[in-house]
T-cell receptor, first 111, second 114 residues
Framework: GESVGLHLPTLSVQEGDNSIINCAYS??????FIWYKQESGKGPQFIID?????DKRQGQRVTVLLNKTVKHLSLQIAATQPGDSAVYFC??????????FGQGTELSVKP | GAVVSQHPSWVICKSGTSVKIECRSL??????MFWYRQFPKQSLMLMAT?????????EQGVEKDKFLINHASLTLSTLTVTSAHPEDSSFYIC??????????FGPGTRLTVT
């Protein structure tokens, strides 16, 4: 069936470096995507979203890029901090307001 | 704003018993609530979608008689795991939504069945 997947299950970066987390999706009809951060033992926390009529959206220290041609989504975190250590999920909007989550990438920030 | 709570945050129960998990939207009215299950080191898997006053819609493969969902009001949904077994041990997360795709997640409930 349709799914949203990630290329990298784990990512380790040095504090202060930029992080890039990738996500591939398979439903070309999807028009809404969200990135979530999940810390251990907690629920997902909204980071940033993007609609399919955009290819880039920026927030505070984060940027989401959408490439519809290759059905690829990425999350860039600038100047990564230890507090950014968590699992990051992309999610794809489906009918009825449902979200389908990708596999997740565990980001580890080394001080 | 947009705070969602879950109760309990963790529960241990014996095999064969039932467990109820509550999900509340504290400062808004949620037209739709969603229930997810998450195993360690895995993603969130949508179990069901519930709208206030109507029957929940379950995802394929989710047993509706085992995972009973009640959405009695615009601020409360409950998930009851009936006749729980060790394989039901998981992290259960709810979310509440007032507009399409905008989901606010609860902190999760850790269920351990012994």
């Amino acid at each position: 069936g349709e799914s949203v997947g990630l290329h990298l299950p784990t990512l380790s970066v040095q504090e202060g470096d930029n992080s890039i987390i990738n996500c591939a999706y398979s439903n070309s009809a999807s028009d809404y995507f969200i990135w979530y951060k999940q810390e251990s033992g907690k629920g997902p926390q909204f980071i940033i979203d993007i609609r399919s009529n955009m290819d880039k959206r920026q927030g505070q220290r984060v940027t989401v890029l959408l490439n519809k041609t290759v059905k690829h989504l990425s999350l860039q975190i600038a100047a990564t901090q230890p507090g950014d250590s968590a699992v990051y999920f992309c999610a794809e909007g489906q009918g009825g307001g449902k979200l389908i989550f990708g596999q997740g990438t565990e980001l580890s920030v080394k001080p | 704003g947009a705070v969602v709570s879950q109760h309990p945050s963790w529960v241990i129960c014996k095999s064969g018993t039932s467990v109820k998990i509550e999900c509340r939207s504290l400062d808004f009215q949620a037209t739709t609530m969603f229930w997810y299950r998450q195993f360690p080191k895995q993603s969130l898997m949508l179990m069901a979608t519930s709208n206030e006053g109507s029957k929940a819609t379950y995802e394929q493969g989710v047993e509706k008689d085992k995972f009973l969902i009640n959405h009695a009001s615009l601020t409360l949904s409950t998930l009851t795991v009936t006749s729980a077994h060790p394989e039901d041990s998981s992290f259960y997360i709810c979310s509440a939504s007032r507009v399409s795709y905008e989901q606010y997640f609860g902190p999760g409930t850790r269920l351990t069945v012994t």
